[in-house]
């Protein structure tokens, strides 16, 4: 439970308020990583930073929560962002929270529609929305693998 909580507090306080999409599956952490890397890559993306949360949280007195962020992209989302509005580079890469929790690794991303006002009807409102169902079919795809 405070794995959960400090993982919702890392995604809130990172600027984005809205809901998560989350996926959980029963798998250790490094099997979590390689099959969202698997996902990522039938999505054209791959994982360009994995930032362990828990070493740090474990030198200054705090129990390990079992956090990894995993940031994924790809050189076309940003030669689109660029192309469809420059705010959007803001957003990349894409960042995934993974919390272990006994025998399960839940995988949670932010959910884009927090920004659809700031593009109202815009090429880059576009590029979000297509942002946000991949990010719902690449969780889908993590389950699979």
Known sequence: MRA?????????CSGALATPQIA???VDMRQALDDLALAASNHG??????QPIDNALVKRGYDNPHVRL???????AVRWAEA?????L?????????????????VMTDDLAI?????????????????EAELKDLLQDFLAQ
Do not use: C, H
């Not at 959960?4 to 809130?12: C, G, K, Q």
């Open 4 to 12: 959960m909580l400090l993982a919702a507090m890392l995604l809130v």
């Open 24 to 26: 959980a599956k029963r």
């Open 45 to 50: 993306m791959t994982i360009v930073k994995v």
């Open 70 to 76: 995993a940031f994924i992209g790809s050189e076309t």
């Open 84 to 88: 469809a509005d420059p705010r959007l």
């Open 90 to 106: 803001n957003l990349l890469p894409l960042r995934f929270a993974l919390i272990q929790q006994g025998d399960q690794v839940l």
């Open 115 to 131: 920004w659809m006002p700031y593009f109202s009807d815009t090429p880059g409102r576009r590029l979000l929305e297509g942002w």
